[in-house]
């Protein structure tokens, strides 16, 4: 029988291509969606569709319960996707981020349905800033030490598998996810599509990111592989570029001939971020620039070493950056959004 799996989050832009990569190798495919989550790109008839609770742990457990017993079996994988983030209120980070996970890890053993893997998908935010001097890469060695509100909540999940003995976790700590459907950095290629590219600081900044392709296969190949138990990766193309290199790739994939470089000031920057913040909590809806987002784009090194993941579960990326935003920019300009 083909193993079953259930994808949380199915219903965002990783979610989506998450469950894709499920099907594609045969798996059962269960997508945990609420009532009003988007099924755009969730239109295929074998995905198996399932509501839960996160806000009420023992519900959550019937909820499973009764699932288990429908299919007469447990989940083999469960991928943990659901996450926040940006939120009009900052403490809907550790509420989503941290609260739901655990409570479906609660639910999870509750029932007696934990999988044979369990891979949450953590950020490469948990590490705070970087060497911005060397450019020293993130390795396995490193303390945490967040300096946002995200990064914070994502650590608070990370420590709390960690602290349950046995349990099959695979953590992930990916870098930028880019590709179709998504849309932070599509603001950024569509700013360069209008002949600007707005960078911040005058300070060298080193990029990583990893096609949300990539990024799919890897979750399934590091679930299937017998050497990942309760491990930590990071997940990231293994090289970084300039911001120059990216207006670059993406001025070309879009058939631009000039675009202009304009580099804002960190403290303008930071101005902005409150403002628009605050905007955000008027109308009660999350701005892709707050305080915590500008931490991060402040921050100059996004360099990690992936050679814990190449050597436990052959990691790979089939997609360099050039590759992946030719295919992302064609799929923006099929879809009418560039």
């Not at 479906?104 to 948990?126: G, T």
């Not at 913040?277 to 402040?298: A, C, H, Q, W, Y």
Request: overall charge positive; aromatic content about 14%; hydrophobic content about 40%.
């Amino acid at each position: 029988m083909a193993k079953r799996v259930l994808v949380t989050g199915a219903g965002g832009f990783i979610g989506g291509f998450i469950v894709a990569e499920s099907l594609r190798r045969g798996y059962e495919t269960w997508a945990a969606v609420r009532a009003t989550t988007s099924r755009e790109f969730l239109q295929d008839e074998r995905i198996k569709f399932i509501e839960l609770d996160y806000t009420d742990t023992e519900a959550l457990c019937g909820q499973i319960k009764e699932s288990v017993a429908e299919m007469g079996g447990r989940w083999d994988y469960v991928v943990h996707n659901l996450g926040a983030t940006k939120c009009v209120n900052f403490l809907d980070f550790n509420r989503v981020n941290y609260e739901y996970m655990r409570s479906l890890v609660d639910a999870l053993r509750d029932a007696d349905a934990v999988p044979d893997a369990f891979l949450m998908m953590s950020s490469l935010s948990v590490m705070g800033l970087g060497d911005e001097t060397g450019y020293t890469p993130f390795n396995g060695k490193n303390i945490p030490m967040p300096d946002t509100r995200y990064g914070v909540s994502k650590l608070k999940a990370e420590t709390y598998l960690q602290s349950i003995s046995d349990f099959p976790y695979v953590i992930f700590r990916a870098t930028g996810v880019y590709g179709p459907h998504e849309r932070d950095y599509y603001m950024m290629i569509r700013s360069i599509n209008m002949g600007f590219d707005f960078g911040v600081g005058f300070k060298k900044q080193l990029l990583t990111f990893i096609y949300v392709k990539d990024l799919a296969c890897a979750i399934f190949d590091a679930m299937e592989s017998n050497a990942t138990r309760r491990k930590v990766y990071f997940i990231s193309e293994p090289r970084g570029y300039t911001q120059s290199e990216f207006r670059a790739i993406v001025k070309n994939a879009l058939g631009k001939r000039f675009v202009l470089p304009i580099c804002c000031p960190v403290w303008v920057l930071y101005a902005v971020s409150i403002v628009a913040e605050f905007i955000g909590k008027l109308t009660l809806k999350p701005s892709t620039l707050n305080r915590d987002k500008f931490k991060i784009m402040k921050q100059r090194n996004w360099a990690c070493d992936v050679s814990d993941a190449e050597r436990d579960f052959n990691f790979k990326p089939r997609y360099s950056l050039e590759k992946g935003i030719k295919e992302a920019v064609e799929w923006y300009k099929q879809a009418g959004w560039l």
